[in-house]
Nanobody, 126 residues
Framework: VQLQAYGGGLVQAGGSLKLACAVS????????VGWFRQAPGKEREIVSA????????VYPDSVKGRFTLSRDNAKNTVYLQMNSLKPEDTAVYYC????????????????????WGQGTQVTVSS
């Protein structure tokens, strides 16, 4: 299983970016997918996670109402729409995947994930 995160870049505060995580796998529908980020000098933290069916999505308070996670299983891709970006959103963003059962909620801890992408840099200028 290989994950490719892309879509990062430099944006002004208040702007938007859309990240994508393309997963090289026969069927993404068996996997929950999460996005994490790590800013310099800080620990990696969850940004959002989506269950394999897409019916459950989690957001921490820091991004709730600004970020939207979605998935397209037909394209084996998960999207993270980021709006109203703030300088504190600056970080390297990683996507991760974990095979789960259908009824399982999306994992929220990085140690729960088995497969990781290489990360994409998001920089928000003030």
């Amino acid at each position: 299983v290989q994950l490719q995160a892309y879509g990062g870049g430099l944006v002004q505060a208040g702007g938007s970016l859309k990240l994508a995580c393309a997963v090289s796998i026969r069927s993404l529908s068996n996997f929950a997918v999460g996005w994490f980020r790590q800013a310099p000098g800080k620990e990696r933290e969850i940004v959002s996670a989506i269950s394999r069916s897409g019916s459950r999505i989690v957001y921490p308070d820091s991004v709730k109402g600004r970020f939207t996670l979605s998935r397209d299983n037909a394209k084996n891709t998960v999207y993270l729409q980021m709006n109203s970006l703030k300088p504190e959103d600056t970080a390297v963003y990683y996507c991760a995947a974990k095979r789960t059962i259908l009824t399982m909620p999306p994992p929220e801890r990085e140690n729960d994930y088995d497969y990781w992408g290489q990360g994409t840099q998001v920089t928000v200028s003030s």
